[in-house]
């Protein structure tokens, strides 16, 4: 909700309003008890709109007054950043207030902007990535980062705000039918699979090989190693009985997408199934619950609903029911290396499209102490400040010279959120100073920075023979 004292720039959207409604200045200024000068200096973007001002809008012309607060998308502000950076445009001397300026006026512009140039990107790269595709690895990644169908994936999930309703509440539904929270979830998941003629085997892991599930369609079988966890089980008694009961929902949530690439299609089904059997583990109503009253505490909660720290704070990131909302988190999971293996966001937490993540943020921090919760406040470089929570994870295997992989999950919100999280207690986020962070190094205009790996792609690196400073990498920074 605004504050009384806060005040916004809503000159463009203003504008738009008025000229929807059909009126002019004089009679907007009229309606709403101000002066025409007034409306003039909003629209012009020369003097901000007060709290009470936006109410009166809220008032007379029944609207939202979140429609009006310029929320700009920040994984689109991230994207079109990262796209007015690529040399060939000479874009580079623009400032960040004209970049602001076409985010709040235009987004859809913007969007466009973003998808012609992942177009460019790619039909440029394509050729050399063919020619020779190991002459230059970040080249190859970005390349294949495009040809992926997971980026498209993880954008339709986006705009989703990460909550699916059509699978999320007959989740919730058969949740309460099956009385999980009453009765041994294994037993009564299972229960539900003999109803449809299939049993379940958890088979040496000689036996399964490098398959943790598999399916036999004919003979009825869900056959399942024994390097999986309880939870891991579970969950994917839960993904089949999606793929058994909800096959028409997710059919029609596909066709929805428009989505065409068979890959994308198919990674799409397997993500749908994915959420139910989650979202069956952990109903949505009780969950919530749970979460508030224990303040988001992801390894009580894990235990409570028997779930796994991955699957728990997966969970807590599709919180977003109209009429139920919890924190809008954002999740990702991360290897050693770095590597992005999941991501999704319910807020607006910026992800780069390519590159590797910002080596100050905790989440690397986290495999220095396996198993143990790392707290940090973070601020990305538009200003916006996140608390951020990681903990390493064990992924399901291991066994001698096989050992398990080992990854990292990030679990974060704005820093306006974090009062209530267990995690915050006992930070004075008032006094706690916010580690600045950026995307990646290649879109990090950050000056100074003892992490940073190489220049910003739109910045020429500076060499000075005669001094050696913290920052390996130095740059010219922009002029003006």
Request: glycine share 6%.
């Amino acid at each position: 909700m605004t504050s009384r004292s806060e005040k916004l720039i809503i000159g463009q959207r203003l504008r738009v309003l008025r000229q929807s409604l059909g009126l002019t200045q004089a009679q907007m200024a009229a309606e709403l008890g101000v002066s025409a000068s007034y409306v003039t200096l909003i629209e012009s973007d020369q003097r901000p709109a007060s709290a009470r001002f936006l109410m009166k809008l809220a008032e007379v012309y029944d609207l939202n007054v979140s429609e009006l607060a310029p929320s700009t998308d920040a994984q689109l502000a991230a994207d079109f950043h990262a796209a007015l950076k690529e040399p060939a445009l000479g874009t580079g001397s623009l400032s960040r207030s004209e970049i602001e300026a076409v985010l709040q006026a235009s987004p859809r512009i913007a969007g466009a902007f973003v998808r012609l140039h992942e177009q460019y990107r790619e039909a440029i790269l394509r050729p050399q990535a063919d020619d020779n595709p190991l002459t230059d690895r970040d080249k190859v990644e970005v390349l294949a980062e495009n040809s992926r169908p997971v980026d498209v994936v993880r954008s339709w999930f986006y705009t989703q705000r990460n909550y699916v309703d059509a699978l999320d509440r007959p989740a919730e539904a058969l949740a309460e039918e099956l009385a999980l929270h009453r009765h041994e979830p294994h037993v009564a998941l299972t229960s539900r699979l003999a109803a449809h003629g299939i049993i379940v085997r958890i088979l040496p892991a000689e036996v399964m090989g490098d398959q943790l599930r598999r399916f036999d369609f004919h003979r009825k079988e869900l056959m399942l190693s024994e390097l999986l966890g309880q939870a891991s089980r579970r969950f994917q008694i839960g993904v089949l009985l999606a793929r058994l009961e909800q096959e028409a929902t997710i059919a029609q949530l596909v066709q929805e997408s428009e989505l065409t690439d068979p890959p994308a299609v198919s990674l799409l089904r397997v993500s749908l199934a994915n959420y139910f059997g989650a979202a069956l583990l952990m109903p949505y109503g009780r969950f919530l619950a749970a979460c508030e009253s224990e303040r988001y505490d992801v390894e009580l909660l894990g235990h409570r609903f028997g779930a796994s720290f991955e699957q728990t704070a997966h969970r807590m990131s599709t919180l977003q029911r109209p009429d139920a909302r919890g924190i809008p988190f954002y999740f990702v999971r991360v290897d050693q290396a770095g590597n992005i293996s999941k991501r999704f966001s319910a807020g607006r937490f910026p992800f780069s499209r390519f590159g590797g993540t910002c080596p100050l943020w905790n989440i690397h921090a986290a495999f220095e102490t396996p198993e143990r919760i790392q707290t940090q406040v973070i601020r990305m470089p538009e200003g916006a400040s996140y608390f951020s929570v990681a903990r390493t994870t064990t992924r399901a295997g291991g066994r001698q010279g096989a050992p398990a992989q080992r990854l990292a999950i990030g679990l974060g919100c704005d820093v306006s959120y974090a009062p209530r999280l267990i995690y915050a207690d006992g930070i004075d986020l008032s006094r706690t100073r916010p580690v600045d962070i950026g995307l990646n190094c290649y879109l990090c205009e950050r000056p100074d920075c003892s992490a940073r790996a190489h220049a910003p792609m739109n910045r020429r690196m500076k060499v000075n023979e005669r001094e050696r400073s913290l920052a390996i990498f130095s740059f010219e920074e922009e002029e003006g």
